[in-house]
């Protein structure tokens, strides 16, 4: 529920800053992924913080910080996706995509499947470094048991 808000929340952005048109600038689209993960970041953070995971005894800012850190590797891994999938949809057989009545067609398709791709990772790391003690407390072997 909290993973899906905080998709909505990112997709939104994105979707609604693709609307603009400005992707022929190529600096852009990165800058939208972007806007888009921090947005979905700041949703995440909150609602898994309150809901979803159980405290691990740090405060809420050094929460935040490995909470961001993951989420900024979250974001670079979708633009990597992104931009593979950009280069997948250049294929002959996609080409209708182009021929959708909306602004920068292929970069909302390969957004929307980078998010996606990358969804699990995400999770999965905001589940066992994020809400389970921190990077080094986990690298230590020192981490909080979860309770959910």
Same mark, same amino acid.
């Given at each position: 529920?909290?993973?899906?808000?905080?998709?909505?929340?990112?997709?939104?952005?994105?979707?609604?800053?693709?609307?603009?048109?400005?992707?022929?600038?190529?600096?852009?689209?990165?800058?939208?992924?972007?806007?888009?993960?921090?947005?979905?970041?700041?949703?995440?953070?909150?609602?898994?913080?309150?809901?979803?995971?159980?405290?691990?005894?740090?405060?809420?800012?050094?929460?935040?910080?490995?909470?961001?850190? !993951?989420? *900024?590797? @979250? #974001?670079?891994?979708? $633009?990597?996706?992104?931009?593979?999938?950009? =280069?997948?949809?250049? %294929?002959?057989?996609?080409?209708?995509?182009?021929?959708?009545?909306?602004?920068?067609?292929?970069?909302?398709?390969?957004?929307?499947?980078? !998010?996606? *791709?990358? @969804? #699990?990772?995400?999770? $999965?790391?905001?589940?066992?470094?994020?809400? =389970?003690?921190?990077? %080094?407390?986990?690298?230590?072997?020192?981490?909080?048991?979860?309770?959910?």
């Amino acid at each position: 529920m909290t993973a899906g808000a905080a998709t909505c929340a990112d997709v939104a952005v994105v979707q609604g800053l693709l609307s603009l048109d400005l992707t022929h600038w190529p600096a852009f689209f990165p800058l939208i992924v972007l806007c888009g993960g921090l947005a979905g970041l700041l949703v995440n953070f909150t609602l898994s913080r309150r809901f979803v995971f159980a405290s691990d005894n740090r405060s809420a800012p050094r929460q935040l910080l490995t909470f961001s850190l !993951v989420a *900024l590797t @979250t #974001i670079g891994l979708r $633009l990597v996706v992104a931009y593979a999938l950009m =280069a997948l949809l250049t %294929l002959p057989l996609f080409a209708p995509i182009g021929l959708l009545p909306i602004a920068a067609p292929f970069e909302r398709v390969a957004h929307l499947g980078a !998010v996606g *791709l990358v @969804t #699990i990772y995400s999770f $999965l790391a905001h589940k066992h470094v994020t809400f =389970a003690g921190g990077l %080094l407390q986990r690298l230590a072997g020192r981490a909080a048991p979860m309770v959910h």
